[in-house]
């Protein structure tokens, strides 16, 4: 059974820098790609940011390029998200994924739908 636990999360000052953490359980998660989402009151879950099986390729959105990066130990069985730069709308629950697919390439645009599994989430609360 696939487990996801994320961590990390908390309340921070804007401009300050969160490592978020993702551990997994079960089901060979070496062989499949990961993301993180995230949810902000009221609004729909964002697909953040991805990262191949492998950790080649990485896929980031508009809203956090150049701010967030993700990241994979394989060896630990861990994806994490590097938040620097943090502003008041990223506030949010953080979630991450596993993929559906063993392999699969990360696309320019990726499908919410392909993640399978997800953790419960962690709260990043950023105060202006």
């Known amino acids: 059974q696939v487990q996801l636990v994320e961590s990390g999360g908390g309340l921070v000052q804007a401009g300050d820098s969160l490592r978020l953490s993702c551990a997994a359980s079960?089901?060979?998660?070496?062989?499949?790609?990961g993301g993180w989402f995230r949810q902000a009151p009221g609004k729909e879950r964002e697909l953040i940011a991805v990262?191949?099986?492998?950790?080649?390729?990485?896929f980031h959105a508009d809203s956090v390029k150049g701010r967030f990066s993700i990241s994979r130990d394989n060896a630990k069985n861990t994806i994490f998200l590097q938040m620097n730069n943090l502003k008041s709308e990223d506030t949010a629950i953080y979630s991450c994924?596993?993929?559906?697919?063993?392999?699969?390439?990360?696309?320019?645009?990726?499908?919410?739908?392909?993640?399978?599994?997800w953790g419960q989430g962690t709260q990043v609360t950023v105060s202006s």
């Open positions: 994924g596993r993929h559906g697919t063993p392999f699969a390439a990360v696309s320019p645009s990726p499908n919410p739908r392909d993640f399978k599994y």
């Open positions: 990262i191949s099986w492998d950790g080649r390729r990485t």
């Open positions: 079960g089901g060979a998660f070496s062989r499949y790609g």
